[in-house]
Every structure is written in structure tokens, then in C-alpha cells.
T-cell receptor, first 117, second 112 residues
Framework: GAVVSQHPSWVICKSGTSVKIECRSL??????MFWYRQFPKQSLMLMAT?????????EQGVEKDKFLINHASLTLSTLTVTSAHPEDSSFYIC?????????????FGPGTRLLVL | GNSVTQMEGPVTLSEEAFLTINCTYT??????LFWYVQYPGEGLQLLLK?????DKGSNKGFEATYRKETTSFHLEKGSVQVSDSAVYFC???????????FGIGTKLQVIP
């Protein structure tokens, strides 16, 4: 079964509104969480890396004031797309890294599809 | 920086055909290498991985060997099934946080 969940799975919003996406590790503690963005027919692009209780590290070209990341606990990270615009429409995927069993592994969530009208 | 290059699809094969999807990488240090699969409408799933040179990862009939000398990690399967139709991503991770860098993804379509 799934070990990383995302909510919502899809969202449609009006331009100018903010959207929050949650990412949860279900049966392990995620020391590090990652947020990716996937454009149609393209690969996943890493947006930011976050550790619990500390500020996220953003990749070059990603606006940290537009994509707010909060890693409040070892099982929850949120991505807030502030003042969303149509160009922010994309598939957002989170990933959680932690020890589940013997070794440390990275698991991916099912993704959240965002459509900004 | 790190990068992963894989063949662009789509790749269309008949059932029971042999599959090869090429993947080469550029990285500093000694990365771990992965193949992820994304079935239609689903999230990424780890298919197999290799963490050091000459390791062979295998799962569900798929396999790939970590070739440091050619910086490659080609995915192979001897006999594909319709249920293997998906997008396959080659990836590597390295560094303290083990950030994952993905290739562009190769869409595989298997026809009966």
C-alpha cells in the first residue's frame, strides 16, 4: 500500500488564490521531504528540499515566496502555491525520505494535479 | 551538476518482445542509480536500484547493471507484457540529502 499520501489529488482554483498541498508519510518518520514539479511529457524537476523544523532549501529559479514549504513534523510537509496563476498549473509530487525497515529509502507520493483558471 | 540522459519515447513493442531503455548519467562522486515506473494515473514507484558499480538491480523481470566505466544503467526485460505499459524514469541520487535527479522519462507501450 501507499506509504506517502498527498492531499488533495487534484485541485482547480481561480487565478490569484492560494492553494495548499499536504504530503504525509504514513508509517515512517521522514527526515527529509522533497517537492517536485512535473510538466506534461517532461521529467520531474526538484523544487525544494526540506528537513523537519528548518527552512526549506530551494533550487535555483524557484521562487521561495511563491512556493511556501512548511515541514512542521516528521510526517507532514505542506506546499502552498501563493497567488496562483495559470502558468503554475502542473503536477506536483512530494517525496519523503526516511528509515522504514532496515534501510533508508525515498518514497514518492501519488501527486497533486493543479489547474489554475 | 548531475544529469541523467535517457532515450525519448514512445517505445512501442509487441508482447513478449525484448526491451532495452538506455540511460547514461553524469555525476560527481558515487551516485546511487534507480529506475522508477509511473503507471497511467498513478504516482512514481521504485522499480529497481543499484548503489555501487557492477551492482545489478532486478525486479518483476526487469534488470539494470550499474556500469561505472560507461556511466550507464540500461533497463532490460526479456519479455514484456501489456501490463508493463508505463513511463519509465532513470534517476540518480547523491549528496548529503540524496537529492534525486530524473531523466526525461520513456513511455513504453506494449501491444498484444
Amino acid at each position: 500500500g501507499a506509504v506517502v499520501s498527498q492531499h488533495p489529488s487534484w485541485v482547480i482554483c481561480k487565478s490569484g488564490t492560494s492553494v495548499k498541498i499536504e504530503c504525509r508519510s504514513l508509517d515512517f518518520q521522514a527526515t527529509t521531504m522533497f517537492w517536485y514539479r512535473q510538466f506534461p511529457k517532461q521529467s520531474l524537476m526538484l523544487m525544494a528540499t526540506s528537513n523537519e523544523g528548518s527552512k526549506a532549501t530551494y533550487e535555483q529559479g524557484v521562487e521561495k515566496d511563491k512556493f511556501l514549504i512548511n515541514h512542521a513534523s516528521l510526517t507532514l510537509s505542506t506546499l502552498t502555491v501563493t497567488s496562483a496563476h495559470p502558468e503554475d498549473s502542473s503536477f506536483y509530487i512530494c517525496s519523503a525520505r526516511g528509515r522504514r525497515g532496515v534501510e533508508e529509502t525515498q518514497y514518492f507520493g501519488p501527486g497533486t494535479r493543479l489547474l489554475v483558471l | 551538476g548531475n544529469s541523467v540522459t535517457q532515450m525519448e519515447g514512445p517505445v512501442t513493442l509487441s508482447e513478449e518482445a525484448f526491451l532495452t531503455i538506455n540511460c547514461t548519467y553524469t555525476a560527481t562522486g558515487y551516485p546511487s542509480l534507480f529506475w522508477y515506473v509511473q503507471y497511467p494515473g498513478e504516482g512514481l514507484q521504485l522499480l529497481l536500484k543499484a548503489t555501487k558499480a557492477d551492482d545489478k538491480g532486478s525486479n518483476k523481470g526487469f534488470e539494470a547493471t550499474y556500469r561505472k566505466e560507461t556511466t550507464s544503467f540500461h533497463l532490460e526485460k526479456g519479455s514484456v507484457q501489456v501490463s508493463d505499459s508505463a513511463v519509465y524514469f532513470c534517476a540518480l541520487s547523491s549528496g548529503g540529502y540524496q537529492k534525486v535527479t530524473f531523466g526525461i522519462g520513456t513511455k513504453l507501450q506494449v501491444i498484444p
